[in-house]
Each structure stands twice: as structure tokens, then as C-alpha cells.
């Protein structure tokens, strides 16, 4: 029985790995409480030497990614289902195959019909290494990032760079998205809109998803500039909206995204994907000056606080800290790190925050390790915490 679910579950990823069909496979509950691998995600993507499996393993803080061929995936496959996890899902071209294993052993596959999108290409066939193509790009030209003849303006290189490497974190978050729906998505203070269309195009040409994009600002003439730029890349579901972040009343979301909101508006941001039950939240916080106008940090710190320098970036750390922990506190598993070199922004600190399945206690957790940071660093209230205590 077992022998059969899995060597007829392999024998499809095979065969529709061959015929061009596959689009995904995740591996996921861990045959271990403590094991540190959380997932492995495989897809199909075109290197110089052909047609290969990518795979992504997971871990708390850290993703490790090797690109197998397919008879190394399907040994490794092998492996992983007999040694570290318990469920696979595999979805082709209309088609989701999920393989069950019990603690005794016993396995099930269950097939089902859906809509699946065309198969993806993830990755690694990128010119120059990038995610983002520049030949033909309409928004890229129009946005000033390449010349008429495609390529990326001296000037705009660290641009260029910075919106490949956002799209490149958000790349395996995504790929754990609900690729089977048309995803919602909400860019908050959009500004020239460069991530938006580079989210946008990455969505549409790289995972088949037809998503829906909006970007709101508050500056008229850049929204008008982004909806024409939308319509001459014939982006027919990408569109910007003047407005604040605080006002935008949104929607469902699946992912918001907010670069480099100014101060509280980053707050707004979170507050409105938490509110909007977005499945991910990503931000790359601008400055900090909420808390630092008010706190009174305990006296064993004042060794750090005396020298302004070091008392504006522990500011900068204790908010990012804060923001993540009351995310954790509204169920969200996150993660905070550097997402572009310093040379290129200082503003490089990126906040992501993926809805998982949290017990209450744990969400007590969050708010009682926020308590302390609060206490030690007297700090009387955070912007995103009061916002969250407001009434809907
Ligand atoms: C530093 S720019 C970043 C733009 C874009 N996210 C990027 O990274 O390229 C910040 C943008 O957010 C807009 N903005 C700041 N606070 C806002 C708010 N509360 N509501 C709407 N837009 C806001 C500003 O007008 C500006 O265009």
C-alpha cells in the first residue's frame, strides 16, 4: 500500500516532469517535533545545462537551495519521505496530487482536478543572474531604470540591484502562496512604483499568476505617471490609487508590501495587511522616529544612549523589534534581516512576516516578550500596537 502511494506519487512527478507540466511540490509536517527542516520546495527551472529541479530547504532562519536533476530529486524525494516529513503536495498542469503518510506508515495519494496555471519557470535562466529581465522591458524603460536599448542606465544600477534583490526574497514566500488563485496584492506607499512593477511583472511572467497589484501614494503626479507606465506595459491588473496608507481601505490581501514608508507610516502599513488578513507582510522600514521622542531607556543603558549615533540606531532596533513581535503577537511567523548591501542603502533592513497556524499562547508570548523590551527601554507605547488596539 505504502510502496504504492509513493512509487505512483514519484512516477507522476516523473512523467509530468517530462511532459513539461510540473509547476510545484512541497514537503512538508515533519516526521520530528524538533526537527529543524520545515519544508522542502521543488520546482522545475532551466539552467545552462537544461531542464533541472530547484529545491529549496527551509529552515527557522535560513533557506538552503540546490538544483537537482531529476533523477537526484527523486532519490532525495525518496529519502525525504521515508526520513524527515509526512505530507507532499504536488500540483501539474490541472491536476493536485497529495500523498499522505501515517505515523504507522500507511500511505494515501489523493488526486484532485483543478486550475492550474501553466507551469512556472522560477529563477536561475535569468540574464546577468537577475530576476528581473531587462530586454524588451517597457516599465523599466519607462521608469528610467534601462536606456532605449535595454540596458540599465549607470545611474540606476544600485536601483536595479535593489529591486532584483527584493524580488528575490520575496520569491520563496511566494512560492509557499496559494499559486492556484489570483493573488491580491497591495503596495503601500508605492512612490515610482518601481517594486510594484517588478512585483507585478515577477508574479505574471515568472509564476503564471494573474494577480491583482495596487499601489497606493499620496502623490498625485507619481500615481498618474505609474497607471500610464501600467498601460503601456499592458499590465491590465496593475493600478495605483492616490491616497494615504492610513485611509486606504482595503480589501482581502494576500501579500502587502510597504519599501521604505516613511517613520509611522511603515506601522500603517503592517497595521493595515494585519487588518486585512494578509497571508504575507514585507517591509523595509525607512526612519525611526516614533519611540525615540518619548522613551526614557533604563540607566544601565546609558552607555549606548549618551552618544547620539548609537542612541538613534538602538532606536532604529528596538522598533523593528517591537513591530516584529506584535506581528508575532496577530500570528504571523517573522523573520528580520539585512536585504541589500549597506553600500547600496542604509535602509536595508527587512521585516517578513508569513500568517501561520499560532496557538494563543504563543501570541501571549510575543506580547509578553514586547512588555519587557517596552519596559526596559521605558517606552510607553509603540505606534503599531496602538493602532491595533483601536476598534475596527
Ligand atoms: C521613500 S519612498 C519609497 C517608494 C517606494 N516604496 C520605493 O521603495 O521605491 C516613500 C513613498 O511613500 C509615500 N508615502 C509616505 N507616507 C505615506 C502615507 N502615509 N500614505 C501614502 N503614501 C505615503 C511617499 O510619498 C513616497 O513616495
Redesign the pocket.
Known sequence: MQQDAIHTFLQKLEESFQKGDFVKLTLSKSRSKKAELKNIFISPVKIKAGLVCNLVYRYPTRDITKNLTLEDTLSELRRALREDFSHADMYVTGKNLKLLISKKGQAKLLTRHIEVPAPVEFAHNRSKGRIIQTHNNTWLRQLGVVNANYEVRHEMKDKFLQINRYVELLEPEIQMLNNTKQLQVA??????G??TFALYDFLLNKTGNHPFVQG????ED?VDTCNSVAREASFKNLSFKQ????ESGLPELDVLI?????DT?TD?AIYRGITANASLIVVAP?CHKQIRKDWLPAEQLKGVTRHGILDERQAELVTDALRALIMESRGYKTKVFEFIATGHTPKNIAIVGRKINKSTREKEKAMEEAGKLKELYGIKHHYLEQLLEQPL
Open positions: 503596495d503601500m506607499g508605492s512612490g515610482k518601481y517594486l497606493i501614494e499620496f502623490r507619481l491616497g494615504s496608507i492610513e510597504a519599501l521604505h514608508a516613511c507610516a500603517d525607512c
